[in-house]
C-alpha cells in the first residue's frame, strides 16, 4: 500500500526559512510524480507544486514562485519543499500527494500524506 | 477567488441524492479531465473520482461524476451521514499552467 509521511512543520518567524519532507513507501517512488498542496486555516486545498519521477519537469504556483522550492532523492524516497521568505498567508497544513496519470494535465492525487502544520508568525 | 467555482455549501437528507458543481473556463475545464475529493476535516485527503467520471476502487458507487462542457458535476445518491465532508473539484489550468482546485462545498446531511 502507497504510504507517504511528512514532517518539518513547526512555528517560524516571517521572512524565515523551512524546509519540509516527505518519505514515500509501498510504491516505486523515482517513477511518480509527486506534489505539495496546502490548507490554509479556514480556507480550500491550494495546489503548490509539482515534480515529475526524474525531476526533469517542475511546477509551481504563482503565489510560491521564487520563494519555495521542489526537489526530491530518488535514492531516499524523499520528497522536499524549501520554503524561504515566510509570510504569515504561507500558514496552512501542507500536504505531499502522490500524482497518478499520464501527464500533468491530467494527473490526480491518490495518496495523500497526513499533513504537517507550518505556522507563520512573530 | 478560485479559478474553479463551486457552491460554498450543499445539504441534503439520507438517502436523497445530492449534486455538487464545479464551474471552469476553456483552459481549464474544458481542456482537461477533472477529479474530485473528499475531506474530512483534520484528515487527509481521498481520492473520490478521476478522469471526470472514474471510480478508485473501494469508492462506493453511490459517487458519480461527469463532465459537460465547462462545467463538471458530482453527485452523491443515496446520501449517508458519513458524507458530510468538503468534497473539492481540481484541474489542471493550461493559461495558468497550475493545477487548480475550486474552493470546495461543505456537504451537510441534514
Known amino acids: 500500500e502507497a504510504q507517504l509521511v511528512e514532517s518539518g512543520g513547526s512555528l517560524t518567524q516571517p521572512g524565515g526559512s523551512l524546509r519540509l519532507s516527505c518519505v514515500a513507501s509501498?510504491?516505486?517512488?523515482?517513477?511518480?510524480?509527486m506534489n505539495w498542496v496546502r490548507q490554509a486555516p479556514g480556507k480550500g486545498l491550494e495546489w503548490i507544486s509539482y515534480?515529475?519521477?526524474?525531476?526533469?519537469?517542475?511546477y509551481y504556483a504563482d503565489s510560491v514562485k521564487g520563494r519555495f522550492t521542489i526537489s526530491r532523492d530518488n535514492a531516499r524516497n524523499s520528497l522536499y519543499l524549501q520554503m524561504h521568505s515566510l509570510r504569515a498567508d504561507d500558514t496552512a497544513v501542507y500536504y505531499c500527494?502522490?500524482?497518478?496519470?499520464?501527464?500533468?494535465?491530467?494527473?490526480?492525487?491518490?495518496?495523500w500524506g497526513q499533513g504537517t502544520l507550518v505556522t507563520v508568525s512573530s | 477567488q478560485s479559478v474553479l467555482t463551486q457552491s460554498p455549501s450543499a445539504s441534503g437528507t439520507p438517502g436523497q441524492r445530492v449534486p455538487i458543481s464545479c464551474s471552469g473556463g476553456?483552459?481549464?475545464?474544458?481542456?482537461?479531465?477533472v477529479n474530485w475529493y473528499q475531506h474530512f476535516p483534520g484528515t487527509s485527503p481521498k481520492l473520490l473520482i478521476y478522469?471526470?467520471?472514474q471510480r478508485p476502487s473501494g469508492v462506493p458507487d453511490r459517487f458519480s461524476g461527469s463532465k459537460s462542457g465547462t462545467s463538471a458535476s458530482l453527485a452523491i445518491s443515496g446520501l449517508q451521514s458519513e458524507d458530510e465532508a468538503d468534497y473539492y473539484c481540481?484541474?489542471?489550468?493550461?493559461?495558468?499552467?497550475?493545477?487548480?482546485f475550486g474552493g470546495g462545498t461543505k456537504l451537510t446531511v441534514l
Open positions: 500527494a502522490r500524482a497518478r496519470g499520464s501527464s500533468v494535465k491530467v494527473m490526480w492525487f491518490d495518496p
Open positions: 509501498g510504491f516505486t517512488f523515482n517513477t511518480q510524480g
Open positions: 515534480i515529475s519521477g526524474s525531476s526533469n519537469y517542475i
Open positions: 476553456s483552459s481549464n475545464i474544458g481542456s482537461n479531465p
Open positions: 478522469n471526470n467520471s
Open positions: 481540481a484541474t489542471w489550468d493550461d493559461s495558468l499552467n497550475s493545477l487548480v
